[in-house]
Every structure is written in C-alpha cells, then in structure tokens.
C-alpha cells in the first residue's frame, strides 16, 4: 500500500546482520557435529561454542565459565529468577525487584509468591526510576535476590546499576539484571557493576531469535534449568544451539565494536526526533528519562486518542512502531510500566514507542514528521474527548 | 491478528464522523479508562433517524465498529435501529477477531444510548437520573479476555 517501508521497532527485535548470519550459516550444514562428541566435526563445534563464550565473557568483562548459553532472554531472566530463589531457600525468601520488569521476571517472581517466596515491587518516579536508597530500604534478613532490569524495554530508562550492585555486593545479596535491551547499546562490565548475574537476548542486538546468554558469578549459588545432559556444565543440558550461540557471539562482538557509532547516530536520532514531536504537536509527552535513556527510544503520549489507531494509520504509510496501548496486545490494562510512572489509563492507551537502529536515518525522520502530526490531527478530531479542549481553544 | 479489509476500509475511510450541533439525541458509552469511547449524534424526524455522526476514541475495531453502526442506522425507524445488535454490526464488517468482539458492544450501546437520550428529551420516559455514561461493561469484558502476553 505505501511505497515506504521504514522500521522503528528495533527494541521488539532486530534483523540479523549479514556478517552475523554469514558467521552462523556453517554451522547449519557442513559443520553440523553434535559438540558433546569426540570425532572432527563434534570438536568443530565444541570448540566453536567456547570460542563464542570467551567471546562473549571477554566483551563483558567475566571469565568464560560464567557464561551460560540459553534459549532466550526470556529462558535466561527466568533461570537467573527462580534458579537462585530455590537455591538460597533456607537463607531466606524474599525477593526485591521493580514494578517496571520485563514479563520474564514479573511473572516469574509472581509464580514464585505462588510458591510462598515473598517479593517486594518496588515502585519508580515519574521517570521510571529506583534509587539505590529504596533498594537499601527494601533488604530484609531474609532477602535472598535483587533483580532489577539494567533499561527499560518501553521507555528506554537506564537503572543506576553500578550503585544498587555496590548496596548488592556489602550486603552480601545476589543481584540479578535483565540486560536484554542494554546489551548491545551500553559498554558494560559485570566486574565494574558489581552484579551477579545478567542476562541477554541475541535477538536485541542484530543476532538470530531464540538464543540468550545468564552470566552467572563464580560462587554464586543457583539450581539447575534444564535436567539431563552434561552440556553447559550440567546446568543446562539439551544439545547446544550451536548456530544460534556462534550468532550470539558474532552480534554481540560487532555491537561492541561499533558501540560508539552506533550510539552517536541514535542518540541524534531520538534527540532529534524528541525535539520535533515536541515542537509540532500539542497535548505530548514525553515517557521516561530525558538523558537516563537509551539511545535509539522515544516513547511518547499523545492525549485524547488510541495508540492501536496510531499505529494502523502508521502502518498504512509504511511505518513499524508499537504503543503501550491494552488494544494492542488484548490484554487487560494497558502497560504496566506507562501505569507504573504514573500515567492514567487514557494517556497510556495513547502512547507510542518509537525505537531506532542501526539502518535508520535522518531521511526516515523527516518522512515520520511529515506523516505523524497528520495522523494526530486526524485522530484527534475523530476523538470525543478532544471535543472540548478544541473548543475552549476556539 | 488481522483485520477484515471491510474493517480497514471502514477505520481509514470512517463514514459519518463528525457532531451534530442540533441533535435529538446524544448517546456516550465506554470510558477512557477501558481505552474506548464511542459517542454518537442523531438527528430524528418522525421517528425515523435521518441523521448521524460520531465521535470515537478507541482502537481501529472500535472505529470500524462505530462507523459501520452509523450506516446501519440511517435511515431506521427508532425501533428498527434498537434492534441492531453488536453482532450484526460485526458480520456486517465481515468479521471481527475475537479479541476485539467486544469493541462492537460499544456501538449497540452508542445506538441505545442516543435513542435513549432522545426519548428522554421527548419526555417519553422519565428521567431517572442514571448515568448513561459508562455502563462497566467494558470492564468486565476486558476481564473475560484471555491473559495473552507479548
Ligand atoms: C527487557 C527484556 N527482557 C527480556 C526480554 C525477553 O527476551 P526474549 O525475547 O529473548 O525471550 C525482552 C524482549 O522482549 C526484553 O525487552
Ligand atoms: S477499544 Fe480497546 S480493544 Fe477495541
């Protein structure tokens, strides 16, 4: 229907990077070994696999051996989760995290209050903020596990990690991050941070979907996600998804190594693009932190209309973005993470998350400002609630 | 999850939207909380509808839905068009997918609503002071919708 086709939803995943998907494709066919066995092609992979752990554990700063390989950042955020609540049991068994968390971990320390674990959420600002005094406030006795996410997936707000893994480390309590929106966009250094376990998603960051990786620190005391083989030290047995893990690797590697071009043109983007909406369109605001925020997300609410409208008409012009809106995803309430920062259920059915990557440019700028006040406008006008508010303007 | 293209056509190009400054009878239904709000205008003579227009607030199903209400009404006697059913509204749109059936409640309530709202007028029932303005329904409708995660 439009001749353009311009993505802007690079936070839901990425495409996966030529280099990337040139790196994986032996591993599917000539280099296909199971890497558990002891002949030419098995070692093929086994040793491809490790090259791709100490890979991934140089760039972040761990030893090899801390890194285990997973079937997503959602496998990952659960392992991290419920494996260290199970196994410090008889320590104690209190939980702290946020009320902004991915699903993975909302969920999964929901499922764990099912299990008689107690779970403190603990709320943010109007930023989306916690502050390492709240996390300090919060510590019990008993508080086995903190997990806080490192960014937010929808509003881009970047937690102070390195302070509340300080708070973690004197205390003497795991501290868990969900890194999967980070990865890729901060410089990060589980050693610097103090955390203990972090997780990441290949797919956030122009890697292949379904695989993750759990940084886990030496010592650090969890139960097992996967029964069976010997593969991932036992702690994650199923044979290796060996393409999916040498992707991981590969993106991970040229993330790293573009991570300051990369967050130089985003940052342009999204400041530029912040500007704008700003400028040409009335009854915004602005969702998350002007500065604490990652590099490619704008998130927006835009009064008196719905954001799955927004999105179709978007989508009618060639645009991909997602919106916070409960139309959206069919669920109950709109997001939780809008109602966490305070917004009411009308302006959080009314947002929109625009999140740029690497192959946006200006150009794909200029044509979202050409079409989105329009669509605004037509909306609105289509809205009762912005009856009256035109009118007493008139 | 698809839209039908009747539904597509019906959210780009809605049909009556708009006020009617003189209306018989206003109807509005649903809440911003819920995140839809239909409202709409009739113009009434002799008991035939012989105008309308609405207002929606609401995904692109709520749209279609209010639009494709607005051209079944037109031209109905008031107790035909209180016969219209959400249903009706949805075949007529060739088909709603299921998570998004009960965004055509709010248009059978919209009808209701304004024709309410007109016999009120009229002084052809009696004012009873009830809100008309949010019936919770929609609440419990969302509440009955699988817990379906991104
Ligand atoms: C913050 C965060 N955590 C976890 C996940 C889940 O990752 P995956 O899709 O790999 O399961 C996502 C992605 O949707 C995310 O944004
Ligand atoms: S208005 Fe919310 S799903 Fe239709």
Redesign the pocket.
Known sequence: MSARSIYFDH???THVKREVLEAMLPYFSENYGNPSTVYTIGRTSKKAIEEARETVARIIGAEPREIFFTG??????NWAVKGAAYANMKKGKHIITTSI?????LHACQYLESEGFEVTYLPVDEYGLVTPGQVEAAIRPDTILISI?????EIGTIQPIAEIGRIAREKGICFHT????AMGNIKINVSELNVDML?M????FYGP????ALYVRKGVKLTSFMHGGAQERGRRASTENVPGIIGLAKALELADMNMEQHNRKLVALRDRTIEEIEKKIPFVRLNGHREKRLPGNVNFSFEFIEGESLLLMLDLKGIAASSGSACTSGSLDPSHVLLAIGLPHEKAHGSLRITFGDENTDEDVDYLMEVLPEIVRRLREMSPLYEGIRSSKE | MMYSEKVMDHFMNPRNVGEIADADGVGQVGNAKCGDIMKMYLKIKNGVITDVKFKTFGCGAAVATSSMATELVKGKTIDEALKITNKAVAEALDGLPPVKMHCSNLAEEAIKAAITDYKRRKGLIEDDGDCNVCCLRCEDIHHHLNDDD?
């Not at chain 1, 997503?72 to 955020?77: C, F, L, N, W, Y």
């Not at chain 1, 996410?149 to 997936?153: D, L, P, V």
């Not at chain 1, 969900?178 to 929106?181: P, S």
Request: charge should be negative; avoid cysteine.
């Open positions: 936070a839901a995943t997503s950042g959602t496998e990952a955020d968390e991915h699903h993975a971990v996410m490192f960014a937010n997936n969900d890194a999967v929106q997780s998603s290949a797919h956030k979907k379904g695989v993750g | 991104e």
